[in-house]
């Protein structure tokens, strides 16, 4: 009989071949990038701006203004360090031009995993289940989240986008550093305040996330 043939294991592209190609114009590479990074980017926006429409206005933009200027990129960082900043400044300057909307019960850690959930249409945080089916336990969780998202409303934009950055887009003190063009000892302080600060406010004082 003959042998099984071991099916052959294709390795998808990583993104420094990704935007090789989409530099030579194949739009398939630049839909893969997108794909890929969307969610972070959104979840930053979001996170920056608090609400869903203004979110995806800000993707939009920067994702537009990333994929037109391929050309200024790089390599220093990675792709998604640099689609992250200019996301990031998309979203600042959004919300320069339109006050920023709260939506109550959607915090740090509500995360609408990069798209848009029923839940947040309602003004909802869209929360993961957990585990702990504490009853007590998961409604101070919960206080905690919102708490959180009013409190991060009133840190300085700089703390703020460093902050987002660490919190909801999970990028590395360098990866901060590179983004935000500053050395890493000032992401260290920024975050450094930025927690000092948050703990302070009476929003977060006296809410116990264990």
Sequence with gaps: MPEAQ????????????????????????????????????YRVAYRLLGHEQDALDAVQDGCVKAFLGLIDFDGRSGFRTWLVRIVSNAAIDLGRKRKRRTILGVGIGSDPKGGVGDGERRGQAVYEPSIDDDPAKRLLRDDLRRALDAAITRLSPTLRVTF???????????????????????????????????????????????
């Design 6 to 41: 071991t099916p052959t294991r294709v390795t998808a592209p990583d993104d420094e071949s990704l935007v090789l190609l989409a530099r030579r114009g194949d739009r398939n590479a630049c839909e893969e990038l997108f794909q890929r990074h969307r969610g972070v980017a």
């Design 164 to 210: 987002v950055l660490f919190a909801e887009a999970g990028l590395s003190y360098k990866e901060i550093a590179e983004a935000q063009n500053v050395p890493i000892g000032t992401v260290m302080s920024r975050l450094h305040d930025a927690k000092k600060k948050l703990q302070g406010f009476p929003e977060i004082q006296g809410l116990d996330p264990n």
